[in-house]
């Protein structure tokens, strides 16, 4: 049996991860090749899921943790994907807020399934709102040092580093970025991309393909760091049914709950990671989202649906306490309801805040087991 690709996209919260691997999985299908996704958080009802699915994707998801930390669910998940699709490329999508993935998932990959995989470069997406805050040094960089630190991180162990967004940027923001990053990490590669767009899929697609000693920049990391800068994080997953008499447009809805929370989070001061809402019926989806706090609610994918239903999942990382941010969702949910006239109805809502990184390996590049002690 011939092996799988195994490809993994990270980057942090809102960088894009999602929309590059819907464009990834399209292109390669185009190519004739059979893909499988996997996705990643650390509750159920994640939005990456279904809006991968409804692309007409094959996706197996790994919740309730990390992928280091449930390693060996990632790994059985990745089997139930071989044996029901046969992919000739996997493609993992890590949570937003994860680091230290080579130690603990490419490498124990590498050592324990070396005959399944073969492992192509890691490649990290940089976002560009919060990364031109943090790695210019900007005091007032959107999220507390330790944050940042995770986000620094993210980019150290790549392999290549992603800048995406390149069609919303002038060349003087590309040209500074690319400075930043050049400054901080001279010997990354800088490949620049629009996943939305599609412009350099063929050149990201290439250099997946490339075969050699990659997924070996192993961190040294602190992880009393990294899990405090998890936790500052507020983590919310909210599923709920919308019903009315008479139509209302799906995507007014998606953006009123979007630009609702954006209004309420920059009263509070809380700075957003990452909101994503979407919207499905009978065949027709939309996605809503909001990647920082001073950036605009985006309709990302319009469903251009007149509906009297939908099922709406709501995810949101914010930098609030996970009471104030349900309180927050809560509240932006019964706004619209009376912007449209609509019954919601809550099927199930979680508020929290992640627990401590504990993976269930590390290892370095020679396959001897690291500590995840500081």
Known sequence: ?????????????????????????????????????????????????????????????????????????????????????????????????????????????????????????YGVILKPSHGRKILSGLKNGGFSPKAAYIFRKQLEEADFIILNHIDRLSEDEIAELVGLLKDSHPDIPVLKISAREGQGIDELIAMFEQTGDFGHRILELDYDVYAEGEAELGWLNCSFSASAENSFSLDDVLVSIVEALRIKFAEIGGETAHLKAIGLWEGFHGVANLVSSDSATELSLPSDCQTHKAEIVVNARVAIAPDVLDAQVRESIAQTAEKFGLECEMRKSQSFRPGRPVPTHRYDRDGNPRTASP
């Open 1 to 121: 049996m011939s092996s799988i690709r195994f490809v993994m996209i990270g980057g942090f919260l809102g960088a894009g991860k999602t929309t590059t691997i819907g464009r990834l999985a399209a292109e390669y299908r185009n190519r004739g090749l059979n893909v499988g996704i996997v996705t990643n958080d650390q509750a159920d009802d994640l939005v990456d899921t279904l809006t991968l699915r409804e692309m007409g994707n094959a996706v197996g998801e790994v919740a309730g943790a990390c992928f280091c930390c449930n390693f060996d669910e990632l790994a059985n998940t990745i089997a139930e994907l071989g044996e029901k699709h046969q992919p000739d490329i996997v493609i993992a999508e890590p949570v937003g807020s994860c680091t230290d993935l080579v130690a603990t998932v490419i490498q124990p990959l590498v050592h324990l399934y070396d005959q399944q995989y073969e492992i192509a470069p």
